[in-house]
């Protein structure tokens, strides 16, 4: 068995695509690149934030003002 261990340390770095910036980024591990998949922590926050954001505000029925029946009579 002559299998090519890893050598610890030697990671290769991985490439991924920020989906908010578009840039491509590389990183050595999910566990090391806290943003992920974002390519940095500023992209996280602003997609994070803007979805929270959408999901705050929800979109609902607007109160309807209370109908008030004009009865009122010229006398
Ligand atoms: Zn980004």
Do not use: I
Request: aromatic fraction near 10%; charge should be negative.
């Amino acid at each position: 068995m002559s299998k090519p261990e890893p050598r610890p340390g030697m990671v290769e770095p991985n490439e991924a695509r920020c989906p908010r910036c578009g840039k491509r980024y590389a990183y050595r591990s999910v566990k090391e690149h806290k943003p992920f998949p974002f390519c940095s922590v500023r992209c996280r926050d602003v997609d994070l934030g803007n979805w929270l954001t959408e999901k705050y505000v929800v979109p609902g029925p607007a109160p309807k003002p209370e109908e008030s029946f004009e009865d009122e009579s010229d006398d």
